[in-house]
């Protein structure tokens, strides 16, 4: 668990803070690999993390519901976080939506963490690394994308790292909170019910934003694939 900590608040530290090393920073050096992460997380949710959920489950109608509450949680905390859960940056925010900002990225962010201290299988080395892999991957652009809009609003650097800092300590958080927690399997299955849709939000409306003109990009259809090919590697592994 120590190990996965220090992963998570370094990546998205050091993911944050590479902003101040970028001339350009509008974060376009995050585009593919936001393309490629979206289809990794799309994958494992749907080639392991959903059979997993609906084989063992009692009452699949519930599953679903609860699928589907974590869908559109995630829709409404993208109305305070304007997308930066995938990339966005905006740089005419408000205090109060500079809060709200920080606020829902925390709350996706704990629901995370919280996923990493209970692994939906047996195999429990394997799937935590697995579903890890996934969440840094969309973190990054995330951390990057907040330290842009607070850089934007703050001309000092104390409240932009201050925030990021906070982002970079939910997800840990969130997994000590949880393993120290004695919850039952019941609860450990709506929780990765929950957090799958928000996931599925999330790599869906990468999808759709990455080819906003519905062009053929080969590009984007090769990192597409490619995230899908390193899902089915890692499941075999």
Do not use: W
Not at 90 to 102: A, M
């Amino acid at each position: 668990m120590i190990q996965n900590i220090i992963i998570l608040l370094l990546t998205t530290f050091l993911a944050g803070v590479s902003f101040y090393a970028f001339k350009e920073k509008d974060g376009a050096f995050f585009k593919a690999p936001l393309v490629f992460a979206g289809s990794y997380l799309f994958s494992i949710t749907i080639i392991h993390i959903l059979p997993e959920l609906f084989s063992d489950a009692e009452e699949p109608y519930k599953i679903g519901t609860v699928l589907l509450i974590g869908f559109f949680l995630q829709f409404f905390l993208e109305h305070f976080s304007a997308g930066v859960e995938h990339g966005h940056i905006h740089s005419n925010s408000s205090s109060s939506q500079s809060i709200g900002l920080i606020i829902s990225l925390c709350i996706h962010a704990l629901l995370e963490g919280a996923l990493l201290s209970h692994p939906s299988s047996s195999h429990e080395k394997h799937e935590t690394q697995t579903i890890l892999f996934g969440i840094i991957l969309h973190k990054m652009p995330a951390a990057f994308a907040l330290i842009a809009i607070m850089s934007s609003k703050y001309k000092a650097r104390t409240i932009p790292l201050i925030s990021l800092a906070i982002f970079s300590t939910m997800s840990p958080l969130g997994l000590i909170l949880s393993k120290s927690m004695e919850f039952n399997s019941e609860y450990v299955t709506y929780l990765f019910a929950l957090v799958s849709g928000s996931f599925l939000h999330i790599s869906t409306t990468i999808f759709v934003e990455s080819n906003p003109g519905h062009k053929t990009d080969f590009k984007k259809i090769g990192l597409i694939l490619l995230g899908v090919l390193a899902a089915l590697l890692v499941e075999g592994l």
